[in-house]
């Protein structure tokens, strides 16, 4: 039960010695499965019947050398496949592979019941094939990807597990569809046991994110903010009929300019200050008072509105259920 992976520092006689005896265990189980079914099919009457007719003589010598020693010749592999469970035992208790010493006869259980000498335990044998061929592949030894009858297998699996699995979900969204088009209305529930229970923490967050998206996109943008201000106060006197009559006087133009100049600047500076004041604890509290009232408005609607949040609930999940039902494995294998 050793891997070359596992054991990188040992020299090569030991580590051939430990594949060797993985082939050994294989051949062994291969050869025991056979003896195990040939025997299974000479004690059927008509099979038995038709060897002693094709070939009686080694009817005769299977009959007094194997079929009626099998329990003896069959201990002798049951000592070997237990001296492998032992082997296995030893390396991963040495390993420390598990959480505990005694959880390797339950993680390869059918090792150990395949060393009963039973007829029903017998059979578990052949899952010790499949265990040596997993991990011949793991060292390398073989590649059992390249198997036409892995990749048969790997295919129907593939196809199998897909399908399961897109029932399933069809199951569970169909489900869903059913509680939305239920008498009691999904979205009240919604409202009802999970919005409004988290109201205050909500109105929190909300103002929260307020504050943080409002400052982090002034101080990218106040360049812009700024001249966008300035030319909005040129252009609102320049078009003023009152500040056009005042360039006409004397001294009329610079008196405007001073005028434009100092509009701009009270306005830029109130900007700022609005900006600063969204951190203040004043306008956090405004703005929750303000969410607060507006909450139960914005969560009120009437029946028509209910309807259609629920019909393009339901929408949604039909258009999921479109998607699963897809059998995407056609695409894969065609």
């Known amino acids: 039960m050793l891997a070359r992976e596992r054991y990188p520092h040992l020299p090569k006689a030991v580590e051939y010695a430990h594949i060797g005896w993985d082939f050994l265990i294989l051949a062994a189980v291969v050869i025991n499965l056979a003896l195990l079914l040939f025997d ?65 006869p339950f993680v390869h259980w059918y090792d150990v019941l395949g060393c009963i000498p039973l007829a029903g335990f017998r059979w578990l044998r052949i899952l010790r094939v499949f265990s040596l061929i997993n991990r011949l592949h793991r060292l390398g030894m073989i590649n059992v990807t390249r198997w036409s009858a892995y990749q048969f297998a790997a295919k129907y699996y593939d196809i199998l597990l897909e399908e399961l699995s897109d029932r399933i979900a069809l199951r569970l969204l169909g489900n869903v569809q059913q509680q939305i088009r239920a008498t009691d209305s999904l979205t009240e529930r919604v409202v009802d046991r999970v919005i409004m229970p988290r109201k205050a923490q909500l109105i929190h967050e909300i103002t929260q994110r307020l504050e943080e998206t409002v400052g982090k996109s002034y101080q990218r943008n106040r360049s812009d903010i700024m001249a966008y201000i300035n030319e909005l106060v040129s252009r609102s006197l320049r078009e003023s009929p009152e500040i ?20 701009s600047g009270i ?10 004041g969204i951190h203040s604890t004043e306008f956090r509290q405004l703005v929750e008072r303000t969410a607060d009232s507006g909450f139960d408005t914005w969560l009120t609607v009437d029946e028509g509105s209910h309807y259609v949040t629920e019909q393009v609930l339901y929408d949604i999940l039909e258009m999921l259920k479109e998607q699963v039902n897809r059998q995407r494995w056609k695409d894969r294998y065609e």
């Open 40 to 104: 299974s099919l000479f004690l059927l009457g008509p099979i038995n019947q038709g060897i002693a007719n094709i070939a009686p003589g080694f009817h005769a010598f299977y009959d007094e050398a194997i079929h009626s020693r099998f329990l003896s010749i069959d201990l002798v592999f049951v000592g070997l496949f237990v001296a492998d469970v032992l082997l296995g035992w030893s390396v991963a208790i040495a390993e420390r592979r598990y959480h505990r010493w005694f959880f390797y």
């Open 244 to 263: 056009q009559r005042l360039r006409r006087l004397p001294m009329g133009q610079p008196a405007a300019s001073a005028m434009e100049a100092s509009l």
């Open 267 to 276: 306005a830029q500076r109130l900007v700022d200050e609005l900006a600063l």
